[in-house]
T-cell receptor, first 113, second 115 residues
Framework: DQQVKQNSPSLSVQEGRISILNCDYT??????FLWYKKYPAEGPTFLIS?????DKNEDGRFTVFLNKSAKHLSLHIVPSQPGDSAVYFC????????????FGTGTKLQVIP | DTGVSQNPRHKITKRGQNVTFRCDPI?????LYWYRQTLGQGPEFLTY????????KSRLLSDRFSAERPKGSFSTLEIQRTEQGDSAMYLC?????????????FGSGTRLTVV
């Protein structure tokens, strides 16, 4: 039962353009959402998060949008840079930011110079 | 503080052997988590400690798996009688008492290969 779904296994974007990574979830109890970035041979690194009481959170080039009615969130990266090339995981928590987190399967982003 | 440290980085073992992994969290973090990641999948939750108390265990954590966190500092994850299906990256993460609003801090993981 995949409660957090990332339906695009990969995405290629030109440097300088916008990258949009999508994520859907099925568990309506999720109240906190996070994005992680992972480089090969390293652990995931926290990128940005959003509480279910918000619909947008921005941090520099990264913006996360949450559409609760559609159970959908997206990560926008503008402008995309070659160093952004990595696997991006969407994750969700049903405990207000405590305890366990449920991860999606990841989207591999390639930013082409 | 150098972050979350995991040892060893790689472990190759024969089927049926026991293995133990160690995780040293960030010193001021009282919460510690173990996850497992297989190829093409996201990390899957295994277990969670708050200080020395193991508060939650996933059904993925069979009887062959045991985790400890004595004195609320480092943690160990032991797998007994390893099987080929145990081959995966085992990730440890920690977070401060305020929860994960800033996200976990993950270690680099221990890659287990069972042959």
């Amino acid at each position: 039962d995949q409660q957090v779904k990332q339906n695009s296994p990969s995405l290629s974007v030109q440097e300088g353009r916008i990258s949009i990574l999508n994520c859907d979830y099925t568990n309506s109890m999720f109240d906190y959402f996070l994005w992680y970035k992972k480089y090969p041979a390293e652990g995931p690194t926290f990128l940005i998060s959003i509480s279910s009481i918000k619909d947008k959170n921005e941090d520099g080039r990264f913006t996360v949008f949450l559409n609760k009615s559609a159970k959908h969130l997206s990560l926008h990266i503008v402008p995309s840079q070659p160093g952004d090339s990595a696997v991006y995981f969407c994750a969700a928590s049903d405990s207000g930011g405590y305890q366990k987190v449920t991860f999606g399967t990841g989207t591999k982003l390639q930013v082409i110079p | 503080d150098t972050g979350v440290s995991q040892n060893p980085r790689h472990k190759i073992t024969k089927r049926g052997q026991n293995v133990t992994f160690r995780c040293d969290p960030i010193s001021e973090h009282n919460r510690l988590y173990w996850y497992r990641q297989t190829l093409g999948q996201g990390p899957e939750f295994l277990t969670y400690f708050q200080n020395e108390a193991q508060l939650e265990k996933s059904r993925l954590l069979s009887d062959r798996f045991s985790a400890e966190r004595p004195k609320g500092s480092f943690s160990t994850l032991e797998i007994q009688r390893t099987e080929q299906g145990d081959s995966a990256m085992y990730l440890c993460a920690s977070s401060p008492p305020t929860g994960i609003h800033g996200g976990y801090t993950f270690g680099s993981g221990t890659r287990l290969t069972v042959v």
